[in-house]
């Protein structure tokens, strides 16, 4: 018996896992200490292997655990804490661990430890099994208060565009790129120019004609857009509104605004028989308008239209276009189109209603309403959720390189004088007036929950507008991301006492709703349950899933179409030059079309550009990166989210069979969990 005992007692490793982060490895002297849940200690473990560089950046390190440290625990039981602390020695002595685990190599155990922190000098850590804890169950809080208040100095919030969105005032360490080659944009570009024969043909100059636009998509890295061969269609007009990257402005009509004099006349040849009040009671016409573009500044010499288009769901449900109206105020000099105009002249109308389109999508779907309005969220969890709090592992996987990309694309595509300023009618001064008007209306209890969304437009039946691809597959994703949350936070707050006694969630919802200035440092978010008080599962779970939702679903479905819209101009043109048509008779030519579009050294850029940003560079969502969860209880839940998403990829790779062209944006196998590019 005491021969098995000894060996038992000596036949412990240790695994250590360093980060994948900037100078996360230490040359410093790592010293353990494992306690069982009977109140037994080992001595203090050095971990060291002779004649091996232990602890470098991203490196898993085993350590056989000496027997004589442990010889006085016979009966040594489970390994619920670990004690972890280093010294200061070499000048690599920073040190970030991602986890700790045990084995007992007797009995099999194996005993997890998440760490994901930075381990200062001379401080020692005290880890709990499995480090999943609310604040009020706490048993090292001063600890746990002393990193909270470290992260509040590291992830402070500032305004970096008056009245704008919160953002972080310095990018923190440990929110850069692990690998900065693959997300450099400057190196990227400069590689495909390079490499591209497109240079020759873009020297300099316009075009000569859409045929020569179209024949330059020859290189497998540069391929013909899908709008390239669709950009003049109507069918596909429609199906932008409803399948592509703008797909959340389309509301059904109840009424007709005065703003918008369409008449039975007008439209009798375009509405299979029915006047426009029985195209409004039997629920087939629908209208986008851009109001809120309205009076936005714009480069010099560039003009941006706030139109209104309106649509028709014809009888094989498909959505065509029937009447556009490119400005706000109706009159003679701002009449409405139709496709009964001459057909040049309606595909140029539909070309400058795009470019308001791309200008809305860039500012507001795209880069205000997921990059900017979740990194002030993602700071906001760093500062209040401690890395042992359940909410703070269910969201962190979803915040991977946020800020990063954002500091990035901030310095390299919206600086002055950068890519929006080149390309894109309103520029910068445009955009961000565009951002600020967005926050000033947009809710979380609305168009941050997509089932709310969808009913202020009307759109909730899926029987109404069946062609809505994005609703008909987002739905899917939001339902199991609902699901999955509701599940999660049912498995920590079983009882409402222990949410409203949380300080850590409480102090973090009421962050998300303070006031967004530099004094008081929010994030200003309007329309979150609770108002800055949770009192139910139910408002956690709201907003829990809208962030999900918005870091994974809403960012992948306005992100990775960008390339095969934007690249063909003619089709989704961020750039026009010139004047929109004032004219319905007037006969558009060829030639004019040209002279709108942008020169050929400004397509190649958004060319480029647009296929970096379409790219996807990290695991789909569910696999995550750096798993943070290791509850049993809580990866059981996990295992039933994955389950849940590969049923509706499959549901949804069915309904593309059937779809032309299949909207492949929303299938979970290339939905990243996170806005990392």
Not at 106 to 128: D, E, G, L, M, S
Not at 314 to 319: A, E, G, I, V, Y
């Amino acid at each position: 018996m005491g021969n098995f005992l000894a060996k038992r007692s000596s036949d412990y490793m240790i695994y250590v896992q360093t980060g994948d982060r900037r100078n996360a490895g230490t040359d410093a002297n790592v010293r353990i200490v494992m306690h069982d849940e009977y109140g037994h200690s080992s001595l203090p473990i050095t971990l060291d292997n002779y004649f091996k560089n232990d602890f470098e950046r991203g490196c898993l390190d085993t350590f056989h655990v000496p027997s004589n440290k442990i010889k006085n625990l016979q009966r040594m039981g489970k390994i619920v804490r670990i004690e972890v602390w280093k010294d200061d020695a070499w000048a690599a002595s920073d040190w970030y661990v991602d986890k700790i685990v045990i084995e007992n190599r007797v009995t099999n155990n194996t005993f997890v430890f998440p760490i994901f922190r930075w381990i200062k000098a001379k401080y020692h850590y005290q880890i709990n099994h499995l480090d999943t804890s609310l604040p009020q169950d706490e048993q090292y809080p001063e600890q746990r208060a002393m990193e909270l208040s470290e992260k509040r100095k590291a992830y402070e919030f500032d305004q970096k565009v008056p009245d704008g969105p919160a953002q972080v005032k310095n990018m923190p360490s440990d929110e850069q790129f692990s690998f900065d080659y693959k997300w450099d944009i400057v190196t990227l570009k400069a590689k495909l120019i390079a490499t591209s024969i497109l240079v020759k043909l873009m020297a300099s100059g316009d075009w000569d004609s859409l045929a020569a636009l179209t024949d330059v998509y020859t290189e497998s890295t540069l391929h013909k857009p899908k709008g390239a061969d669709r950009w003049s269609n109507d069918l596909y007009f429609g199906l932008q509104r409803v399948a592509s990257l703008n797909h959340s402005l389309i509301k059904l009509v109840t009424e007709i605004p005065e703003k918008f004099p369409v008449t039975d006349e007008l439209l009798k040849p375009l509405l299979e028989g029915l006047t426009i009040q029985e195209a409004i009671d039997q629920k087939k016409l629908f209208m986008c308008d851009l109001q809120l573009l309205e009076d936005l500044p714009v480069r010099e010499n560039f003009t941006l239209c706030s139109p209104m288009g309106l649509f028709f769901v014809d009888n094989k449900n498909q959505l065509r276009p029937v009447a556009i109206q490119l400005f706000q105020t109706p009159g003679p000099d701002n009449p409405i189109f139709t496709p009964l105009n001459p057909s040049l002249t309606w595909a140029l109308v539909k070309m400058w209603y795009n470019n308001a389109d791309a200008a809305y999508h860039q500012a507001l779907t795209h880069l205000g309403m997921t990059h900017l309005l979740m990194e002030g969220v993602t700071v906001a969890t760093h500062r209040n959720l401690s890395q042992s709090h359940p909410i703070f592992k269910l969201l962190a996987p979803h915040f991977l390189y946020l800020i990063a990309i954002n500091t990035r694309g901030l310095e390299l595509l919206i600086a002055d004088g950068g890519w929006v300023d080149k390309t894109m009618n309103f520029g910068n001064k445009g955009l961000f007036a565009l951002i600020i008007k967005g926050f000033k209306s947009w809710r979380m209890d609305v168009e941050g929950t997509l089932p709310e969304d969808l009913k202020r437009r009307g759109l909730d039946d899926p029987n109404v507008l069946p062609c809505y691809h994005f609703r008909n597959d987002a739905m899917l994703l939001y339902a199991a991301i609902n699901k999955y949350v509701k599940s999660y936070v049912s498995l920590y707050y079983t009882s409402t006492k222990l949410l409203e006694e949380d300080t850590e969630i409480q102090n973090w919802v009421h962050e998300l709703v303070k006031e967004r200035n530099n004094a008081s440092g929010g994030v200003g978010i309007l329309g979150v349950p609770g108002n800055g008080k949770l009192t139910t599962n139910t408002q956690l779970e709201q907003i829990v899933t809208s962030i999900i939702y918005t870091c994974s679903i809403s960012h992948a479905s306005t992100n990775f179409p960008q390339y095969e819209e934007y690249a063909f101009p003619p089709n989704y043109p961020g750039l026009l030059r010139g004047r929109p048509p004032n004219n319905p008779k007037y006969e558009v030519t060829e030639r004019d079309i040209l002279n709108c579009l942008p020169d050929r050294p400004t397509t190649l850029d958004i060319m480029i550009v647009t296929k970096i940003l379409s790219a996807k560079g990290t695991k789909s969502i569910g696999d995550f990166e750096v798993q943070y969860i290791f509850d049993p209880a809580a990866r059981d839940i996990v295992d039933e989210f994955r389950k849940d998403l590969r049923k509706i990829s499959k549901q949804i790779k069915e309904r593309n069979v059937h779809r032309n062209p299949p909207y492949e944006y929303l299938d979970p196998d290339i939905i990243p969990n996170s806005i990392s590019i």
